[in-house]
């Protein structure tokens, strides 16, 4: 069974530094990644998205995320954080060229960044 | 291009009462899939659709729950009778295919704004 791990449920950083969202993941075989946000009252928007290729993926709104295979990590950053960024972040696994195609979400982690 | 719809965006009822929501996908989208997301909780699959026929429903409680794509667009949701911790956030989205030669497709799913449900 496929399962992910947010072990943080909160995030606090100031405007301006380094943010970072940890996720880690236990699947058979090779995983596809994804990490979504959700603001309230919203629904889930994709932010991006590892599939195969290289380690460090870049997304939306200035986000990048890299993949770790040795530590089974999925860790989202953006270098300079804004007040915006405030939101739920969601991090997701499936079984990579499976027939187990259901996406598991881990539990969340909120973000935020005060000005 | 415009996103997923659903409506209605809020629901209270009272406990065995029904209820159904409404989802549109992305024009185009060939699959299709409805999430339960509770209070602190990741969404959870109950049920995937590849045009008007079923992938994955098993998660989907059918005793109580029930979910149709007539026509491989417009989808339905329906809970009845409705329990107290059935009350969570019901999401819609779709995707461009559910598999393509080879294995089942890497296609990003996109969500609609949900459908929050509140069981009294």
């Known amino acids: 069974a496929q399962s992910v791990a947010q072990p943080e449920d909160q995030v606090n950083v100031a405007e301006g530094n380094p943010l970072t969202v940890k996720c880690t993941y236990s699947?058979?075989?090779?995983?596809?990644l994804f990490w979504y946000v959700q603001y309230p009252n919203r629904g889930l928007q994709f932010l991006l998205k590892?599939?195969?290729?290289?380690?460090l993926v870049k997304g939306s709104y200035g986000f990048e995320a890299e993949f770790n295979k040795s530590q089974t990590s999925f860790h989202l950053k953006k270098p300079s954080a804004l007040v915006s960024d405030s939101a739920l972040y969601f991090c997701?696994?499936?079984?990579?060229?499976?027939?187990?195609?259901?996406?598991?979400f881990g539990a969340g982690t909120t973000v935020t960044v005060r000005a | 291009e415009a996103g997923v719809a659903q409506s209605p965006r809020y629901k209270i009822i009272e406990k065995r009462q029904s209820v159904a929501f409404w989802c549109n996908p992305i024009?185009?989208?060939?699959?299709l899939y409805w999430y339960q997301q509770i209070l602190g909780q990741g969404p959870k699959l109950l049920i995937q659709f590849q045009n008007n026929g079923v992938v994955d429903d098993s998660q989907l409680p059918k005793d109580r729950f029930s979910a149709e794509r007539l026509k491989g667009v417009d989808s339905t949701l329906k809970i009845q009778p409705a329990k107290l911790e059935d009350s969570a956030v019901y999401l819609c989205a779709s995707s461009l295919r559910s598999w393509i030669a080879g294995g089942y497709s890497t296609d990003t799913q996109y969500f609609g704004p949900g459908t929050r449900l509140t069981v009294l």
């Open positions: 699947v058979s075989g090779n995983p596809y």
């Open positions: 997701a696994v499936r079984a990579g060229r499976s027939n187990d195609y259901k996406l598991s």
């Open positions: 590892y599939i195969t290729g290289d380690n």
């Open positions: 024009s185009g989208h060939a699959t």
